[in-house]
């Protein structure tokens, strides 16, 4: 009874209860302060929300990493220590931004998207730079979160699925990201739909991929906090800022919060095509800065216990 429990040999409980306590912890504290009304009458409630999700996020994870897993918290993506792990955030920022841009030209190009203003009003009588610097630190607050999210679970998963002697560590790793990608449209189930659902998880693949292929998140971080904030602050093309109302107002029949229009199959669609064409890029990246074809992470999927 006690092996459907504890790996002998890992010295650690086995993947699926593993999987069990990050989940209900972090999903149970995290929609308990979503639906307990704290952030219902105070100013920018969506930055102390994310910020307060972040926080619980990090220390769960670390603890569970530490005590539970037995690994070192660095080994989830985090060598925030080396020059290459913020080299490839500031590249994510970029990637982001272009997949971004790009998104709107298309729509533009297309007449779907207008430019009705070119300065919103940040919220609260804040400061112009103030609520740009709040926008930045929220989108750069869901980005770790998420990442951090997918990169242990897509970890844990790998590590238990991938066989004896690690022979089937291509499968488990690509099950873990599903997994993981499940978890991440599942967190989002509150917000618009089915196709929006479907985005999320085909993004999360996508991000997944990414840490994969360079067993960071730094890409993954800074792209999803660029698209984000562009979509949201820049422009408001359906994403929520917290402190301003957008730097750059477009009107479209494509989206609002909560709302589907005719065209929102497509756009969904295209921003999908332009972070697989983002993934290309960091396939390019990878090859320019190793001299070496772009490969799955093995490691990823194979245990290796923190030092005592």
Not at 33 to 54: N, W
Not at 86 to 103: C, H, K
Not at 188 to 216: D, E, P
Request: proline content about 2%; some cysteine; charged content about 15%.
């Amino acid at each position: 009874m006690k092996n459907l429990v504890y790996n002998q040999e890992e010295k650690r409980i086995r993947t699926g209860w593993r999987m069990i306590i990050q989940i209900l912890l972090t999903t149970g504290i995290i929609l308990g302060l979503a639906y307990s009304g704290i952030f219902d009458h105070v100013s920018l409630p969506l930055a102390r929300m994310e910020i307060s999700f972040l926080l619980v996020t990090l220390s769960l994870i670390w603890l569970i990493s530490r005590f539970v897993d037995r690994r070192k918290f660095t080994d989830l993506g985090l060598s925030i220590k080396k020059i290459t792990w913020w080299r490839e955030l500031l590249i994510g920022i970029g990637l982001g931004t272009l997949e971004a841009a790009s998104l709107v030209f298309i729509l533009y190009r297309v007449n779907w998207v207008q430019i009705t203003s070119f300065m919103g009003t940040p919220q609260n009588n804040l400061p112009f730079g103030l609520a740009i610097a709040i926008d930045i630190l929220t989108f750069a607050s869901v980005g770790l979160m998420e990442e951090l999210t997918r990169a242990y679970q897509t970890r844990n998963l790998a590590e238990g699925l991938s066989g004896p002697q690690n022979h089937h560590w291509v499968r488990a790793l690509l099950l873990g990201a599903v997994g993981a990608s499940l978890y991440s449209a599942l967190m989002h189930f509150n917000q618009q739909g089915m196709l929006f659902w479907i985005y999320v998880f085909l993004n999360s693949l996508i991000y997944c991929l990414i840490y994969f292929l360079t067993k960071r998140i730094a890409i993954a971080i800074g792209a999803h906090l660029a698209w984000d904030f562009f979509i949201s602050t820049i422009i408001s093309l359906g994403g929520t800022s917290s402190a301003l109302n957008a730097a750059v107002i477009y009107a479209a029949p494509l989206t609002s919060a909560g709302e589907t229009s005719s065209n929102m199959t497509f756009t969904t669609f295209i921003g999908l095509g332009l972070k697989v064409l983002g993934l290309v890029l960091v396939m390019f990246y990878i090859k320019l800065s190793t001299g070496k074809k772009p490969q799955l992470k093995k490691d990823i999927s194979i245990y290796t216990p923190a030092i005592e």
